[in-house]
């Protein structure tokens, strides 16, 4: 039985995999044919472990019945130790605000379509 941590490690990879088959390639990204050669170590210090623990929050939170946007207060609240009244209201925004952030090289390349393509692969 796989454990959480593999689990988790195999999702990250496959949204890498893609947003990779969804944009560009930018100057420093990984290849695709060495994914799934990456140690777990380097597939956690993406940008898509960032979203999967943003999004992986957001869907608890929601399932506990908080609203959309408390649900991103309090994400940037634990996560990042940053209270921010000026937040964006939606998660897809929210998204794009910690990559621009954490990732900016990287930001452009994560749309809204993307984000919710991760949604729907992390929340089934």
């Excluded at 940008?47 to 999967?52: C, L």
């Excluded at 940053?82 to 990732?103: C, D, G, K, M």
Aim: proline fraction near 5%; charged fraction near 20%; glycine fraction near 2%.
């Amino acid at each position: 039985m796989e454990n959480l941590f593999s689990k988790t490690t195999s999702v990250i990879r496959r949204m890498i995999e893609k947003r990779i088959s969804t944009n560009p390639m930018s100057v420093g990204d990984i290849s695709p044919l060495h994914i799934k050669y990456l140690p777990d170590n380097t597939i956690w210090n993406c940008p898509e472990s960032m979203i999967f623990s943003i999004i992986n929050s957001y869907l608890h939170k929601i399932r506990l019945g908080v609203c959309e946007k408390d649900a991103v207060m309090e994400i940037e609240e634990e996560e990042f130790a940053n209270y921010n009244i000026h937040l964006p209201a939606t998660l897809e925004s929210y998204v794009q605000y910690r990559l621009n952030e954490e990732y900016p090289i990287f930001a452009y390349l994560y749309t809204d379509s993307l984000i919710n393509d991760f949604y729907y692969m992390i929340s089934s």
